[in-house]
T-cell receptor, first 115, second 112 residues
Framework: EAQVTQNPRYLITVTGKKLTVTCSQNMNHEYMSWYRQDPGLGLRQIYYSMNVEVTDKGDVPEGYKVSRKEKRNFPLILESPSPNQTSLYFC??????????????FGQGTRLTVV | GEDVEQSLFLSVREGDSSVINCTYTDSSSTYLYWYKQEPGAGLQLLTYIFSNMDMKQDQRLTVLLNKKDKHLSLRIADTQTGDSAIYFCAEEGSGGYQKVTFGTGTKLQVIP
């Protein structure tokens, strides 16, 4: 079954304690992205990756890091989380443009609370 | 940067048509999308339209694009309670890479 898997689904942590949210896709997609969803703001892109070892900043990258060492995995790292990073996070993957397939697959979301 | 705007709420009666509107600012948009988010779930792609099209119909869904006014709409015919969800429009700019900007989302409530 084609899917994007995020872990954990829920996380409560304290300010400053480093954490990683994992994302894995089984569709051999080249493109992967991280978004955060906040009430009234919709989804905002944090980082995206066009392929292995190729990453770039989205609209709200401050306070986040990503890596793309393998095609299937795209972890989101918060080196020193702060309360303003409390949000619902989504990972997404999609084929590269030009393949004729525009479907983007989203993970189930990770609800992060930083206290 | 690009901006995509939607109204936050829409309430309709079961069986009526729903129209969800979206405006965007990027005139170089290539594709425009509609996603559905059910409670506690991720986003699911509903439909999309290429920027050189005016209309696309897919069963109960009709997408209208007015490129001159940068206005996109999603019409759901015969709205059902299962259509209750948050609907996001999104636009993908040109430039050889995928950078999608999402709207704020419209929460559709269907009244039985």
């Amino acid at each position: 079954e084609a899917q994007v898997t995020q872990n954990p689904r829920y996380l409560i942590t304290v300010t400053g304690k480093k954490l990683t949210v994992t994302c894995s896709q089984n569709m051999n997609h080249e493109y992967m992205s991280w978004y955060r969803q906040d009430p009234g703001l919709g989804l905002r892109q944090i980082y995206y990756s066009m392929n292995v070892e190729v990453t770039d900043k989205g609209d709200v990258p401050e306070g986040y890091k990503v890596s793309r060492k393998e095609k299937r995995n795209f972890p989101l790292i918060l080196e020193s989380p702060s309360p303003n990073q409390t949000s619902l996070y989504f990972c997404a993957s999609s084929p590269r443009p030009g393949t004729g397939d525009l479907r983007a697959f989203f993970g189930q979301g990770t609800r992060l609370t930083v206290v | 940067g690009e901006d995509v705007e939607q109204s936050l709420f829409l309430s309709v009666r079961e069986g009526d048509s729903s129209v969800i509107n979206c405006t965007y600012t990027d005139s170089s948009s290539t594709y425009l999308y509609w996603y559905k988010q059910e409670p506690g779930a991720g986003l699911q792609l509903l439909t999309y339209i290429f920027s050189n099209m005016d209309m696309k119909q897919d069963q109960r869904l009709t997408v209208l694009l007015n490129k001159k006014d940068k206005h996109l709409s999603l019409r759901i015919a015969d709205t059902q309670t299962g259509d209750s969800a948050i609907y996001f429009c999104a636009e993908e700019g040109s430039g050889g890479y995928q950078k999608v900007t999402f709207g704020t989302g419209t929460k559709l409530q269907v009244i039985p």
